[in-house]
């Protein structure tokens, strides 16, 4: 079911590319073939397989651990561009780890503390140290 | 140029105080995040990656960090599979199977001990055949035309899929999506924007480093996350030392496995786990009398012998032809790239101080290796002390770091996230990432060569057929892509089909 699934992605997305490399106008002939003709080829590979995938599908094993856990890392990592600039690395960071780390199963105080560390580490070592600029935030440390 | 003069010119470049010390640097930390179970030589040289072009080292000085880290996580992944029955990487899975045993009936030691010796031996013997092999090769490359090029990508393809445990046709959606990926931007040979969809900041294309850091950092910390590794560090346990005897006897299982893993390693698409699955089956059946999978040393150094073979024989044709064998190696090609440099022929006659600098370096990252894996191993098995808590959020702080450091941008930050929940979800429905990386990273060769090709022949397809040796590499590719149809390889169960 699942390969099934899959199989029509992949082909609707090969489908897409070929129409798209379609659009493609160029104003001037540099070399007979064109930027079409690639991407053409590309999307008819995925077409074809995946109308392989969707006529012979084998068995998938989805296995699922506990995915709130990896749902949560992902929310994090969304979230944490959007504050790095305006609250800077060592901030955004140690929300990051901190949350990163309760998804592995750390208890709260420990990952708070370990979350600042490992911010403040990675801040001294890559700006300090390798002179790599990283956000400063409001605090301008 | 003779190789050893070569060579002498290459430790020139190797031995000045900087790349020594970053030779060390990429040893010393290859090993140790080798060393902690679920990261493998694939997600080390993506971590580091972007702080090398952020720190704006010299070229030569990258890759001696990078092939450092790579050929240093051979060394650090047996720790944990020695330990704690947990490999690293799919490279890895055979030296838990005499290994672990070893380190249960207290000679865990002794365990570390010879698969380090087993890695020296691989790693250097490999680096000695690279040093003698890789001219004569390039001068092979340099009859190609861009038609044996189009043809030689195509059969990397194709034997990724044939060696890929799950189903060969997912491998082949995985390099067109790599392939897809690679044509976002604009269009080299005549300016037009493709796959951009209006957005500027697509305008010039998926960022390597981003990419790589999606699909190997951001990604692997999701499962990471979802389903705790766990286990029980042993440990290196007070049972008798190696003995000068043991080594002795291990030593005509070292140089088989050394020959089959080079081997292995050079042919495109097959990398470390297959050579180190093909390395314990074959001792397996020469000298097993009903101990192995019991705690036979032979057992444990063959296998890791030829890993470490096996990854230094599948940078040669990176190096030489510029063509990688495997995921890592992938990486490092996009890496001479970002520098401008074009691996192959070429290299080792336009910048012999990178080609030859990072061979000599190979030669000082052995013994730097053997010298840090002997005496000093306790220290890295301590690491496997850390919790995950604080080590896995380090390094998706890292990633995220690097990335940040390189382009500057926190757009760039959520590019880097959506690869990562991209090559999540791949996984889960069983698409490999490495053949969609290592197409990510040849796309533009395969590309340009393609186009160079029919613009000789004015649009002629049948140019690409034209060349004896075109025609014996699509054939050699018709063969690969066939095989698995009739009969399914035979490896290990275990070994997913993922060529580190």
Request: charged share 10%.
């Amino acid at each position: 079911m699942v390969d099934r699934l899959v199989g029509l992605i992949c082909a609707l997305l090969g489908a897409g590319a070929i129409w798209h490399a379609q659009t493609l106008h160029v104003p001037f002939a540099a070399d007979p073939v064109g930027p079409r003709v690639f991407p053409t080829i590309t999307g008819g590979v995925l077409i074809l397989g995946g109308c392989i995938l969707m006529l012979r599908p084998g068995p998938v094993a989805m296995e699922f651990g506990t995915w709130p856990r990896a749902l949560a890392v992902l929310v994090a990592s969304l979230i944490y561009p959007l504050l790095l600039l305006p609250i800077g690395f060592i901030a955004a960071t140690a929300m990051l780890c901190f949350v990163a780390a309760l998804a592995f199963h750390a208890r709260p105080l420990p990952a708070a503390v370990s979350a600042v560390g490992t911010a403040i580490v990675f801040f001294v070592l890559l700006d300090k140290m390798l002179d790599l600029p990283l956000p400063r935030g409001p605090l301008g440390i | 140029m003779d190789a050893f003069a070569a060579l002498l010119t290459g430790f020139q470049v190797a031995l000045t105080p900087l790349n020594l010390a970053v030779a060390f640097a990429g040893v010393a930390l290859g090993t140790a995040i080798g060393a902690l179970p679920g990261i493998g030589p694939i997600n080390a040289v993506a971590l580091l990656l972007p702080l090398c072009f952020a720190l704006k080292l010299p070229p030569e000085t990258a890759l001696i960090l990078l092939a450092g880290l790579y050929y240093g996580s051979g060394y650090g992944g047996r720790i944990s599979s020695i330990l704690l029955n947990i490999p690293g990487d799919p490279g890895l899975v055979m030296t838990t199977l005499d290994g672990y045993p070893l380190a249960k009936s207290g000679r865990g030691a002794a365990a570390l001990a010879i698969s380090g010796i087993g890695s020296f031996v691989g790693g250097t013997s490999a680096v000695i055949l690279m040093t003698f092999l890789a001219v004569p090769l390039t001068r092979l490359a340099l009859s190609f035309g861009p038609a044996d090029y189009v043809a030689l990508m195509v059969l990397s393809f194709a034997l990724l899929g044939t060696m890929s445990e799950g189903k060969a046709v997912k491998t082949w959606i995985a390099v067109a999506l790599g392939l897809l990926l690679a044509m976002v931007g604009i269009d080299g040979g005549t300016g037009v924007e493709r796959f951009t969809f209006g957005s500027l900041e697509l305008l010039g294309g998926i960022d390597f480093t981003s990419l790589t850091i999606g699909l190997f950092a951001v990604a692997e910390i999701l499962f990471l996350a979802e389903g705790m590794i766990s286990g029980v560090v042993s440990r290196t346990g007070s049972g008798a030392r190696l003995t000068f005897r043991e080594i002795i006897y291990c030593i005509p299982a070292m140089l088989r496995a050394t020959g089959l893993g080079f081997f292995l390693g050079v042919l495109p698409g097959t990398g470390a786990s297959v050579a180190s699955a093909m390395a314990y089956t074959a001792e397996k059946r020469i000298s097993d009398k009903g101990t192995f999978g019991k705690g036979d040393m032979r057992g444990l150094a063959a296998p890791e012998t030829a890993d470490n073979a096996a990854q230094t024989g599948s940078m040669v044709p990176m190096l030489a032809l510029g063509i990688p064998g495997s995921g890592t190696t992938a990486v490092m090609l996009g890496a001479f790239m970002m520098y401008s440099i074009t691996p192959g022929p070429l290299l080792f006659t336009q910048r012999p101080e990178v080609a030859w600098g990072l061979i000599a370096s190979m030669y000082i990252g052995n013994l730097m290796l053997l010298v840090l894996n002997l005496p000093l191993v306790g220290l890295f098995a301590r690491l496997l002390l850390v919790p995950a808590w604080i080590l896995y959020p380090g390094i998706l702080a890292l990633s995220y770091a690097g990335v940040y450091a390189v382009s500057n941008s926190a757009f760039e930050l959520i590019i880097t996230t959506g690869i990562g929940v991209l090559a999540y979800i791949l996984r889960k429905v069983g698409i490999p990432l490495i053949p969609l990386m290592l197409a990510f990273v040849l796309a533009r060769l395969l590309e340009d060569n393609f186009r160079r090709a029919l613009s000789l022949s004015d649009g002629g397809y049948e140019i690409l057929f034209s060349t004896p040796t075109s025609i014996v590499l699509w054939l050699l590719a018709i063969v690969a892509i066939g095989l698995p149809l009739i009969r399914k390889p035979k490896l290990h169960p275990a070994v997913i089909g993922e060529a580190g």
